[in-house]
């Protein structure tokens, strides 16, 4: 366990390229593994839980050479992947089991999925239930919710799944297991999550049926080997977003970003509390929108975040709520009950570990009030396991009085390895 003790600066200037989106990353990854030809990715996260993905469909029998940011994926198509003589660790990665589950339920063999203490207590039922609906079998504790889970994929038939949350994980692994199976499968969503999967799909040269909230594929589709270049993590960017405009004599410069607007909540929320902000070389790569952000320390207003709003910023919470400790009156989140089922529960970890350092903020049955502005101070706070919380906590160590002491703060790796790199290449010395 690694503590780290982040101080006070006088001031965040200069330009990074945060590192690849995970979310793209896995993906790049896993449709690599099941199409036909050599895949190469460039711009790849070398985070854990991406190594995670490719350690196990390597274990799936899948060649693959990973340097840095660079991976080259041999695909045999859906056919090459074999039934692995180990279990298949997916550490601390929720994206790497889902998914995972979507393609293995189609495959006719045995495999085993396990994962570390917080994988352990995540639903998984919501990906396991629709997927032995369609023919799959799987179990696991809890009736097939928990990890260690096995699975004995075969011959599925298409469904069409209501999803009671919006969950690009649950759209993911029914639509994967959808392109192997017996005739059409659609999915649902209540709002509009992520859609990476539909899009990098279409990049593989898979047909996807976008109508509204609903996304459906016919069975019997392959995938076709591509050059992927993956964007700059927005979620990512999101901690020095929040740091330059809450760190006096800022003025920072965000390479190459994604901006996908099912991604992007955390620029709406920036715009409406009043950052001054400005976003320049908008492209498109790979079939994802890209540009480079700037923003300057910031004068803020608390607002209110609900809605259709919250699948589009979900993982950025935890750094939205340092931001509005910063922000004039009140900051209401709502509707985000799916903080409580995320690496860590988290509306009780920010709450918590923000309270320890004079945070006006309280938990609610399905978010978080923060009142602003206060005045951080250090202390002793824990990231739990969790890599967003960590990093929350480096953020608001940086404009607390006093020192912050991040426990297990070796968690941050999972996303973002070179974060403390990053913060002193862009501190004013
Ligand atoms: C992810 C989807 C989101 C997100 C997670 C990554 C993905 O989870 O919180 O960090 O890569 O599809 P849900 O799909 O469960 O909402």
Not at 85 to 109: Q, Y
Not at 227 to 254: E, K, M, Q, Y
Not at 285 to 290: S, T
Request: some cysteine.
């Amino acid at each position: 366990m690694t503590l780290k003790t982040v101080k006070k600066v006088a001031g965040l200037n200069g330009a990074i390229k945060v590192p690849g989106d995970k979310s793209i990353s896995h993906r790049a990854v896993m449709f690599g593994a099941i199409a036909n030809g050599t895949t190469t990715v460039e711009g790849f996260l070398p985070g854990e839980d991406c190594l995670s993905t490719i350690s196990c469909f390597k274990k799936l029998g899948v060649h693959i050479e990973q340097a840095g940011e660079k991976v080259k994926i041999e695909g045999k198509g859906w056919d090459g992947l074999e039934e692995p003589s180990e279990i298949l660790d997916v550490g601390n990665s929720g994206t790497t089991t889902r998914l995972m589950l979507g393609i293995l339920a189609t495959r006719p063999f045995h495999s085993v999925l396990i994962g570390d203490d917080s994988i352990a207590k995540r639903p998984m039922a919501r990906v396991t239930d629709p997927l032995r609906e369609m023919g799959a079998e799987i179990d696991g504790r809890n009736e097939g919710n928990f990890t260690p889970l096995s699975v004995r994929g075969g011959s599925t038939k298409g469904i069409h799944f209501q999803s009671k949350v919006a969950s690009a994980q649950v759209k993911s692994a029914i639509l994967l297991a959808g392109l192997q199976s017996e005739g059409t499968t659609s999915v649902s969503e209540p709002a509009l999550s992520r859609d990476h999967t539909e899009r990098m799909l279409e990049a593989y040269g898979v047909t996807v049926k976008r109508d509204g909230l609903t996304v459906s594929v016919e069975g019997g589709q392959a995938l076709t080997a591509q050059h992927i270049v993956v964007p700059g993590d927005v979620s990512s960017a999101a901690f020095f977003l929040v740091a330059a405009a809450i760190v006096p004599n800022s003025r920072v410069t965000l390479e190459g970003v994604g901006l996908n607007p099912t991604r992007s909540g955390i620029i709406d929320v920036l715009e409406k509390m009043g950052a001054s902000m400005e976003i320049r070389n908008e492209k498109m790569v790979g079939g994802e929108p890209i540009g480079d952000i700037t923003i300057s320390t910031s004068e803020l207003q608390g607002i209110e975040i609900s809605g259709d709003l919250i699948p589009r910023l979900i993982d950025e919470i935890p750094v939205i709520a340092v931001l509005a400790t910063q922000a004039k009156g009140k900051t209401v989140i709502k509707d985000a009950e799916e903080l409580k089922v995320k690496e860590t529960n988290r509306i009780d970890t920010v709450v918590s570990e923000l309270s320890k350092l004079g945070a006006n903020i309280k938990a609610t049955e399905d978010g978080m009030i923060i009142e602003g502005m206060t005045s951080l101070h250090g202390g002793a706070v824990s990231s739990y396991g969790d890599h967003r919380i960590g990093m929350a906590m480096a953020i608001a160590g940086l404009i607390s009085e006093g020192e912050v002491a991040i426990e297990r703060s070796e968690a941050i790796a999972v996303s973002y390895p070179s974060f403390f790199e990053h913060i002193a290449k862009l501190e004013n010395k």
